[in-house]
């Protein structure tokens, strides 16, 4: 077998390893292991592609570079994914986490006050 053949076998090998590893990912439920995981992709695959280019083989190189666009592209979207869902986020708790209560303390006793009726409420 060629040294050529080689090459472009174990980084078929390589790229097949990191991408049966993305559905584990998923398994974890978890938006930034999903991100984390395409991020490495793209750069293994990069690091194919450098390897391709160091040693004059072009489909090496070729897999390196389709690998490392699609690593980004995925890594792209699960960033502004996570972007999203922090936005959502933070949105819910502006506006549910505000209160149309104001505390106050009157005679060693513990107050709230409903600031959209008015009404006054001890509290226990």
Same mark, same amino acid.
């Given at each position: ?36 995981? *395409?991020?490495?992709?793209? =750069?293994?695959?990069? @690091?194919? &592609?450098?390897? %391709?280019? $160091?040693?004059? *083989?072009?489909?090496?190189? =070729?897999?390196?570079? @389709?690998? &490392?666009?699609? %690593?980004? $592209? ?51």
């Amino acid at each position: 077998m060629k040294t050529g053949t080689r090459t472009v076998m174990a980084a078929v090998a390589g790229l097949l390893t990191l991408t049966a590893m993305a559905p584990m990912a998923v398994l974890a439920d978890s938006l930034q292991n999903d991100k984390n995981t *395409n991020r490495n992709i793209g =750069i293994g695959a990069g @690091a194919i &592609a450098l390897h %391709g280019l $160091s040693r004059g *083989n072009g489909l090496e190189t =070729i897999i390196g570079v @389709a690998g &490392a666009a699609y %690593g980004a $592209s995925q890594y792209e979207k699960d960033r502004k994914r996570q972007a999203e869902q922090n936005r959502q986020r933070s949105y819910y708790h502006y506006n549910h986490e505000r209160s149309n209560r104001r505390y106050y303390s009157y005679n060693g006793h513990r107050y709230y006050q409903n600031l959209n009726s008015g009404t006054r409420h001890e509290i226990d």
